[in-house]
T-cell receptor, first 114, second 115 residues
Framework: DTGVSQNPRHKITKRGQNVTFRCDPI?????LYWYRQTLGQGPEFLTY????????KSRLLSDRFSAERPKGSFSTLEIQRTEQGDSAMYLC????????????FGEGSRLTVL | TQLLEQSPQFLSIQEGENLTVYCNSS?????LQWYRQEPGEGPVLLVT?????EVKKLKRLTFQFGDARKDSSLHITAAQPGDTGLYLC???????????????FGKGTLLTVNP
């Protein structure tokens, strides 16, 4: 399968713990995006990378959130000191740099903070 | 902040019926996309519309982009149970390019097609 891969698919953690999600994009895609989706809502933009450079961050991304894409391939999203409000589906997507290039989403990582 | 409002929020119909869902905004988008999402999965792109007034057909699905590029509609003919899912519209900002593709999503229309 050469699609966008995310893991873990599900994570249950206690409030205050740190969690990390990983995204492996489609190999030839240089742009990578993180979105967050809560129940009953559409995905909300968090941040995006072009190669290894993080070009934009949403105000939704508090200082407890950090994303990296060290070699311009896979990306990680870390949440420190998790809060119950962080419970959501975290979606990764990738695409080429062509303006009308399709955005391919992974299956998401669902976080539940108890 | 560019907002996209989708209506209806929920739709439950019988197999064989037709339906239309709407996506509206006060902002102009350089392009607009429709996605379908199943529970526990990521969204899957159905179509991208770029030109104002554009109409695209995908089998039983017809997508239209408004002339002013502020709104769009999705019409499904003879709906089938396999069409069940969350339909999301998403807009790329601006009047041209939109190359950063920071999409703004609507909240979605949850469609249930009963056999």
């Amino acid at each position: 399968d050469t699609g966008v891969s995310q893991n873990p698919r599900h994570k249950i953690t206690k409030r205050g713990q740190n969690v990390t999600f990983r995204c492996d994009p489609i190999s030839e895609h240089n742009r990578l995006y993180w979105y967050r989706q809560t129940l009953g809502q559409g995905p909300e933009f968090l941040t995006y990378f072009q190669n290894e450079a993080q070009l934009e961050k949403s105000r939704l991304l508090s200082d407890r959130f950090s994303a990296e894409r060290p070699k311009g391939s896979f990306s990680t999203l870390e949440i420190q000191r998790t809060e119950q409000g962080d419970s959501a589906m975290y979606l990764c997507a990738s695409r080429t740099s062509i303006n009308t290039g399709e955005l391919f989403f992974g299956e998401g990582s669902r976080l539940t903070v108890l | 902040t560019q907002l996209l409002e989708q209506s209806p929020q929920f739709l439950s119909i019988q197999e064989g019926e037709n339906l239309t869902v709407y996506c509206n905004s006060s902002s102009v988008f350089s392009s607009l996309q429709w996605y379908r999402q199943e529970p526990g999965e990521g969204p899957v792109l159905l179509v991208t519309v770029v030109t104002g007034g554009e109409v695209k057909k995908l089998k039983r699905l017809t997508f239209q982009f408004g002339d002013a590029r502020k709104d769009s509609s999705l019409h499904i003919t003879a709906a089938q149970p396999g069409d069940t899912g969350l339909y999301l519209c998403a807009g790329a900002p601006g009047n041209s390019g939109g190359s950063n593709y920071k999409l703004t999503f609507g909240k979605g229309t949850l469609l249930t097609v009963n056999p």
